[in-house]
């Protein structure tokens, strides 16, 4: 699978692509499965249909790798936490974790509940084609804390960082309870069938570096460990957001670092990519734009040439307005400008 | 005044210290005045009373320098815009700026309608104390554009972001006239009576590396330089949040660098110091705990030491739930740890 050689370092005959969130309301397909489903929800628990919308971004854009389809809430809400996506404002849970009692709610089996998701796997592996890999994801513990105690998404995080550096105990409580959960997770999703994993640190930049590297990043090392000591063959990812200020500080045992766009890749070059591959990093509203497309590629190609691990992405999802047209075009030019 | 020649390099007493929204909720105080007031832009358009909260964070709280009570969104209010401010959504503009015809819309003496800031200047500058600052400010034009294009606060700019790369012209044309007018506020405020400028671009960060040098930052030197070539004397502080990976690429005739907290200011003190004076970071949060103020203070001052060109600050405003006896204790133990 030319993705998995990519981020293990080897050779490929052009660079992978694949986009976060490629699965999604971009594509009118997507759209047609998801009205179909009910709620947001009822689509990740059904796996017929999560494997409908996996696949089509494969067929539809051209990408080299699909990433299945779910989203990082469903641990907690598989914990027992009472979730519900809430149109225009996004995911709430009603019932957020505030102090030590509350975490006596928070059930220890949510892998074991979580058998839709490794049902979906199954299916998307035996209907994917053999060269295609297929990527499992968690969200890390320290983004599924952000919505676990602010009850939802938040600008500022407040409550969760009033929590790092008033309560640093219970912050980590409850990263424990994620990490542990994370890993049991991933694992079972590898046993279903993923190639590789994912770990989306979408609000690590919420925090400074001493926090940061406190707070999320030595949990996503725990999570690499853990699942590279059972199976060393699987690439992880690691992807934190917004944390171009603490490149060189960053270690572990993974084999990808997925780069956002608010860091420049010559940057993130520099600083690790003699230790791993990169991901990355296309500005996603360069997809509005063809000319700003080809510039915005030919600049990250320009960079990272052909040198072996670098798997092409964009730094950040998809966005719904964007035309499927032109996330075609992206694969298209990445594919013709790498090929050797 | 003590904060002027730490923004000028010059040796100072002690480390000045002010915090970024100073004037604001946290303050019983504030709350008072805010109720006598009516609305907010009631509040930002009474000078005495503008004026009153202004001073108020000087005597309660112990900072070096006053900075002007008003708010950046008064330039495109005044540029006729329909602005309001929404409990609970925040400021919402509900004309927003999206083709070449709503510029006409911009009216181009903005400046001249913003007396009341000049009067509350006039008034703020009688009464504080000789030996203290008082900055004035504007928000820069890229982050005054995201609000007159999106309509008002976003998480994404999903529109302002389609414009620079679908209708850069356009843009580039809103920022014309966004930077023509903050030159002529600031010029006038400096007439009033403020002892240095502090330009807020807040959402710089939101902008990839290229993006940000040719749609915010550019003009952010333009206004240094307009400001400096009138005014030598006054210092000018550029604040642009979340570009931590962008340092290297910094310039421009300015004197005094805002390092917001996603900065650590290692490397900030590294790339930058050699020419600015800066200005920051400690992470507003810390101030929920005095034990994390101070683990956080004594990081900074290690850092920075005693060399002349520092004045502390926060890397972001100052939050509305936070208590005014931590923002003492903060003050004092900046003061203190500094003195020499």
């Known amino acids: 699978m030319i993705f998995i050689d990519a981020c293990l370092k080897k050779e490929t005959p052009y660079t992978p692509i694949w986009m976060m969130r490629q699965a999604g309301r971009y594509l009118p397909e997507y759209r047609a499965t998801r009205s179909k489903a009910g709620t947001f929800m009822d689509l990740c628990r059904n796996p017929e249909l999560a494997c409908e919308v996996t696949l089509q971004p494969i067929d539809l854009v051209g990408v080299d790798a699909a990433i299945l389809f779910s989203d990082i809430l469903v641990i ?177 045992n993974f084999d990808v670092f997925g780069v956002d766009w608010s860091t420049p890749i010559e940057k993130a070059k520099a600083a690790l990519f003699d230790r791993y591959a990169l991901q990355g990093n296309l500005e996603p509203t360069r997809l509005y734009s063809q000319e700003a497309i080809k510039s915005g590629v030919e600049h990250i190609i320009d960079v990272m040439g052909r040198e072996p691990g670098h798997i092409f992405n964009l730094g950040h999802g998809m966005l719904p307005d964007l035309s499927p047209d032109n996330a075609r075009y992206l694969v298209q030019l990445v594919h013709e400008l790498t090929r050797r």
Chains 1, 2 share one sequence.
């Open 76 to 252: 907690p809400a598989e914990m027992g936490m009472d979730l519900e996506f809430i149109s225009g404002r996004g995911p709430v849970f009603h019932d957020p974790i505030r102090m030590e009692s509350d975490l006596k709610r928070l059930a220890d089996d949510s892998d074991e509940k979580l058998t839709y998701v490794y049902d979906a796997i199954k299916l998307i592996r035996r209907d994917l084609a053999d060269d295609k890999a297929l990527i499992g994801f968690a969200g890390s513990p320290w983004t599924l804390a952000t919505y676990m105690v602010e009850g939802g998404g938040s600008k500022t995080y407040e409550i969760s960082k009033k929590m790092v550096y008033s309560a640093p105990h219970l912050m980590h409580a409850i990263l424990r309870k994620n990490t542990d959960a994370i890993i049991r997770y991933l694992l079972k999703q590898i046993d279903a069938g993923v190639n590789a994993v994912q770990v989306f640190d979408s609000w690590g930049g919420a925090l400074e570096e001493s926090a940061f590297f406190e707070f999320s990043w030595s949990y996503m090392k725990e999570i690499a460990d853990a699942i590279k000591s059972k199976h060393p063959e699987v690439p992880v990812i690691l992807f934190s957001r917004g944390i171009s200020g603490y490149l060189d500080k960053i270690d572990g």
